[in-house]
């Protein structure tokens, strides 16, 4: 017998995860979604994880790729997060967020001071949703990278870590 999904999504209410924001070209043009279940899994050879709901407008890209880039957001993306996280935005539209390609045509934001550039390696039903197996091939890191508090989500809000949070 299992539990509930709202007793569930409760319990996981108390247990805070890391921003990020992964984008991705699919056949109908560049997507971008907000995930706080990414965490590294191997370090030789490197590789993530991050998981989506089938409900997720970027489900079905993602089935369509080989690769993605997953930014790590630091408190001064909070407004590209939520962005990502809204249900039917236009990502890419206006002058907000500066993004560019690489040269193999995925998208990505220029302002995350971490962009990791992915291979799908494996894609894992589970559930409602689809865990996304990365191969990491790229990584950049910025020169101010230190300086930025990382943001986190916690108990449905926003939450920044800094100097202040160390025990």
Request: glycine content about 4%; overall charge negative.
């Amino acid at each position: 017998m299992s539990c509930s999904a709202d007793l569930f999504k409760a319990a996981f209410r108390h247990h805070p995860s890391g921003v990020a924001v992964i984008t991705l070209e699919s056949s109908a043009g560049p997507v971008a979604l907000t995930a706080s279940s990414v965490f590294s899994v191997s370090a030789e050879p490197p590789m993530l994880v991050f998981s989506v709901s089938h409900m997720a407008s970027a489900s079905k890209p993602l089935h369509e790729v080989d690769t993605l880039v997953v930014h790590l957001i630091a408190t001064p993306q909070l407004d590209l997060a939520k962005l990502c996280a809204k249900h039917g935005a236009d990502r890419f539209a206006g002058d907000v967020w500066t993004w560019a390609r690489y040269e193999s045509g995925e998208p990505y934001f220029e302002a995350p001071a971490v962009r990791l550039r992915c291979r799908i390696a494996q894609r894992v039903e589970a559930g409602a949703s689809t865990l996304i197996v990365g191969e990491v091939l790229d990584v950049v890191i910025a020169d101010d990278a230190d300086d930025l508090a990382p943001l986190v989500y916690h108990d449905r809000a926003w939450h920044r870590l800094d100097d202040g949070s160390v025990l």
